[in-house]
């Protein structure tokens, strides 16, 4: 029997969460060098201002930061280079379609370790309004004074 798949998350991208509705979110690899990966085992990746491409049937990740390795001296890339994503053809160009016809964004959402592979998960995203920014605020915080007052009415 099969074990399941171990999962370890590198970074999350807390900020699509805020400024997009997320609508579907798939699972891609990418194509990394070896002292990213190093770097991604130290927690070295910033998720916040990226967002995905789709160029020539191909899939590409922009503005993801990735920190130099330490002891990578001469082996270090670009931190914020262009990275290709990895996809089956089918799903890239569904997805290039609905970004280039409905206005949705491609948003990378988080980064994990996926038994010993990097999985970025890429959510088809669209822009939120003020207000609808607003009204999750304010969901948020009454969730927050209601479970504040549960736990007061419990002591």
């Known amino acids: ?10 970074a999350q991208n807390k900020k699509a969460r805020h400024e997009y ?6 699972e891609a690899g990418i194509e990394l060098v ?3 990966v ?11 201002d990226s967002w995905c491409d789709v160029k020539n049937g191909e899939l590409f ?13 001469i082996f270090n890339k670009d931190p914020l280079r262009v990275r290709k994503l990895l996809m089956h053809r089918r799903e890239i160009l569904k997805l290039g379609a609905q970004v280039a016809q409905k206005g949705y964004s491609l948003i990378p959402l988080s980064i ?21 920014k607003r009204d999750d605020m304010a969901k948020r915080d009454a969730k927050r ?3 504040r007052a549960v736990k007061e009415r419990s002591r």
């Open 112 to 132: 994990y370790f996926k038994d010993s592979r990097v999985k970025v998960q890429v959510g088809l995203c669209r822009g939120k309004k003020l207000y609808d």
């Open 38 to 48: 190093k770097s991604l085992r130290k927690g070295g990746c910033n998720l916040k």
């Open 61 to 73: 990740v922009k503005q993801m930061h990735i920190s130099p390795y330490e002891q990578g001296n």
């Open 145 to 147: 004074d209601m479970d």
């Open 34 to 36: 070896g002292t990213e």
């Open 21 to 26: 509705f997320v609508e579907d979110s798939f």
């Open 1 to 10: 029997m099969a074990d399941k798949p171990n999962f370890k998350t590198i």
